[in-house]
T-cell receptor
Framework: DAGITQSPRHKVTETGTPVTLRCHQT?????MYWYRQDPGHGLRLIHY???????DKGEVSDGYSVSRSKTEDFLLTLESATSSQTSVYFC????????????FGSGTQLSVL | GENVGLHLPTLSVQEGDNSIINCAYS??????FIWYKQESGKGPQFIID?????DKRQGQRVTVLLNKTVKHLSLQIAATQPGDSAVYFC?????????????FGSGTQLTVLP
């Protein structure tokens, strides 16, 4: 699992509530990513980070924000959850600056009712 | 826009046979390709990768072939086993903004029949 822990593993919430998902790594890698996975769409990049306090948007960043105040933690926040954000969320790390290979966590199943 | 896709969404093979999973890509600027396996309820797991300066790369029971002329990538699994049943994704390192990021296909469900 490349030392990646995602929490929670499952969450059910109501529309309009804030939600924060956590990704924790134990190996001090610089690059961390958040993806969402939906049927028919594969994995789509939400946000990524290339260092503490350094983040950038992916292709589906609307409605999401991220924070990285320390190397080991990358937080994904849904400020006001919507039903369209029901998905499985995966965190990933990149271990080599010169190689785009990613290692993924086990995912968080989020249901917004 | 650029996209990575798969020819077949599902594939069923007999145990012991070889499996071939195909992937088409359209971004001619991509220079790195990767295959992942995802079992139910788990995160994607790296299988094998290949750079565009290679046509073929072999791992343990798996081979990736890259045909840049027709922008085609394939994953071959030798002597398919029940544990190979999973969804398989290809990805390419297209440009996203100012940096290269992996772009994933939608996946092929491989089912191994006894």
């Amino acid at each position: 699992d490349a030392g990646i822990t995602q929490s929670p593993r499952h969450k059910v919430t109501e529309t309009g509530t804030p939600v924060t998902l956590r990704c924790h790594q134990t190996e001090n890698h610089r690059y961390m990513y958040w993806y969402r996975q939906d049927p028919g769409h594969g994995l789509r990049l939400i946000h990524y980070s290339y260092g503490v306090k350094d983040t950038d948007k992916g292709e589906v960043s609307d409605g999401y924000s991220v924070s990285r105040s320390k190397t080991e933690d990358f937080l994904l926040t849904l400020e006001s959850a919507t039903s369209s954000q029901t998905s499985v969320y995966f965190c990933a790390i990149r271990t080599d600056r010169d190689n785009e290979k990613l290692f993924f966590g086990s995912g968080t199943q989020l249901s917004v009712l | 826009g650029e996209n990575v896709g798969l020819h077949l969404p599902t594939l069923s093979v007999q145990e012991g046979d070889n499996s071939i999973i195909n992937c088409a890509y359209s971004n001619s600027a991509s220079d790195y390709f990767i295959w992942y396996k995802q079992e139910s309820g788990k995160g994607p797991q790296f299988i094998i990768d290949i750079r565009s300066n290679m046509d073929k790369r072999q791992g343990q029971r798996v081979t990736v072939l890259l045909n840049k002329t027709v922008k085609h990538l394939s994953l071959q699994i030798a002597a398919t086993q029940p544990g190979d049943s999973a969804v398989y994704f290809c990805a390419e390192n297209g440009m996203a903004g100012s940096a290269r990021q992996l772009t994933f296909g939608s996946g092929t469900q491989l089912t191994v029949l006894p």
